[in-house]
């Protein structure tokens, strides 16, 4: 199994990252170390001295540069080694460790894992609604024991409600139309429940409907490697669809290595409902973490103990049609990955 290494994979929230302390992650199978410079802007490096492999996370940041806890040598924010406190001083050529190109945008920051030269900076996924100069924004974030292709599929995968999160749910959830699309690299899943004589209380509370029937929908777009967004939204039967109530969220998943992923969620609101926005967008992002956090994680981890260090897809699952979603999924992530590989081997030709 391998990763997509031609992406923006989500490494840290910005406010976990600083000048004074760095910050261990990891990111594909890869070890970084996160910092600021002097003026705020974020690096990435490997994690691991260049002389006997200690982590550089452990050491100490001052002046942008960060040095090994070992031995000392230090290292600028482009990874070159620009102190040797041993001997004449001397610095070896291979005394370098590899740097990632890094961004920050949403709240968050994006680090390159392909080769530097082909980092774009206009190509991090786009999620205007996470732009904190237009929207109150919340994020908050755990770590998964699972394969981050189980947690697209957990997303992308809408009929799982009444059972998995039954406080979601009612009848008409049950009899709610599950459908997917696939546009270009996007993949949606959409569930349209219609007519809820009965929705859960919070949920006239959410979407403004006090009381008679409401129609709600879900509806999640993903790219690759495991970015997806959700709509959620709802109204009284009848009602303009323009005038309906609408959540935005985020669900990024970034694989920290086969078996353990980083989950980011968060949500936002438009400035322009008022000062109050920030608090009322703070509480529905940490009413996000429980139902993931005590029902669908449990279900996600144990799913990967059973698969262990095989592919899922090789165990000949069955597949049902609220599967299309997260196949689709899959499918464009092994088309990536083979694009990938059939470059790397053109390029050793
Ligand atoms: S292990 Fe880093 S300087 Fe020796
Ligand atoms: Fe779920």
């Known amino acids: 199994m391998t990763f997509i290494q031609n992406a923006w994979y989500v490494a840290a929230q910005s406010r976990d990252v600083s000048a004074q302390t760095p910050l261990a992650r990891w990111v594909i199978d890869q070890p970084l170390v996160l910092f600021r410079d002097g003026k705020g802007a974020p690096f990435a490096l490997a994690d691991t001295c260049p002389h006997r492999m200690a982590p550089l996370s452990m050491g100490v940041l001052s002046d942008g540069c960060i040095q090994c806890p070992y031995h000392g040598l230090r290292f600028d924010s482009a990874g070159a080694c620009i102190n040797n406190p041993h001997g004449d001083g001397r610095i070896p050529d291979r005394a370098k460790v590899r740097s990632y190109p890094a961004v920050e945008k949403y709240g968050v920051i994006w680090v390159w894992m392909g080769a530097a030269d082909s980092a774009d900076p206009a190509v991090v996924p786009h999620f205007p609604f996470m732009d904190d100069s237009e929207f109150y924004v919340a994020m908050g974030e755990m770590v998964i024991d699972g394969n981050y292709q189980l947690e697209n599929d957990n997303i992308l995968d809408l009929s799982h409600i009444e059972f998995v999160h039954p406080m979601f749910s009612s009848p008409a959830v049950s009899a709610g139309v599950v459908s997917h699309e696939i546009d270009g690299e996007i993949v949606w899943s959409r569930r349209d429940i219609h007519n809820d004589e009965h929705p859960p209380q919070f949920i006239r509370e959410v979407f403004h409907v006090p009381e008679g029937p409401v129609d709600r929908w879900l509806y999640v777009s993903w790219q690759a490697p495991s970015y997806l967004s959700l709509e959620a939204g709802g109204m009284a039967v009848g009602a303009a669809r323009e005038q309906a109530m609408t959540s935005m969220q985020v669900h990024w998943f970034t694989p920290e290595t086969h078996q353990r992923t980083r989950y980011y969620y968060g949500n936002s609101l438009p400035k322009f409902v008022g000062p109050e926005g920030q608090a009322i967008v703070n509480s529905s992002c940490a009413a996000l973490r429980p139902p993931f956090e005590f029902e669908d994680k449990p279900l996600v981890e144990a799913q990967q103990m059973r698969i262990g260090d095989r592919n899922l897809l090789h165990e000949n699952p069955i ?26 081997g053109d390029a050793q030709i």
């Open 319 to 344: 597949v049902l049609n609220i599967d299309a979603a997260g196949m689709a999924a899959r499918r464009l992530i092994q088309l990536r990955l083979e694009q990938e590989a059939q470059s790397l």
